[in-house]
């Protein structure tokens, strides 16, 4: 058996932040967990109890995405994007979607302040680097975006809880600082 889902919607035109406004100069913001669903999902294939009891953030995480429906109508009615889209596929193939849309490059500067404690407790458990889970997690349904730098105070008064993850420059593709594993894009299944 086979599901399938289709949605519509309409926009005002007005607040309408697309995938290809990101410029050189502009700073990369992430709001929402990065790479939790992606350890969650891991802990549930891998079965063990204990680490459903010990790592339930990061289960509940995959189980449970909070999609940020009223922060994404904000930074649109607010004007403080330039480009954005939810963080479905991880940040790495975030970060290369909006390279390719908005032709620029985006290097990724995703630090601690990216990582939440359960995802970094569960990485050093399986002694593995968090960075693979924040670069190469998907399903975490928070929002990748990117604001112009005289944007970014208000960005933080605003929501509080983004961070910054990086920024776009000239040229192309994705360059990450501070991580040399390989980033893969998050399947769906």
Known sequence: MHFYMTGWGEADGKSLVTRYGARPG????????????????????GGRAADKKRFKRLVRSFWEPRPFLEEGALI???ALASAMLDNSDGL????????????CRVRLQ??????????????????????????SGGEDYGLVFTARPG??????????????????????????????GKIESFRHF
């Open 110 to 135: 995703a630090g601690p302040d990216s990582v939440s404690p359960a995802l970094a407790a569960y990485a050093a458990a399986k002694g593995r680097h968090w960075r693979e889970y924040v670069l």
């Open 76 to 78: 649109g009615v607010r």
């Open 92 to 103: 790495g193939r975030s970060a290369m979607i909006l390279s390719e849309l908005s032709r």
């Open 151 to 180: 944007k970014a105070g208000l960005v933080k008064k605003l929501l509080p809880a983004a961070i910054a993850v990086g920024r776009v420059e000239k040229g192309k593709g994705v360059v990450v600082e501070g991580y040399e």
């Open 26 to 45: 502009d700073i990369l913001f992430s709001l929402g967990p990065l790479g939790e669903a992606k350890a969650g999902l891991e802990i549930l294939k």
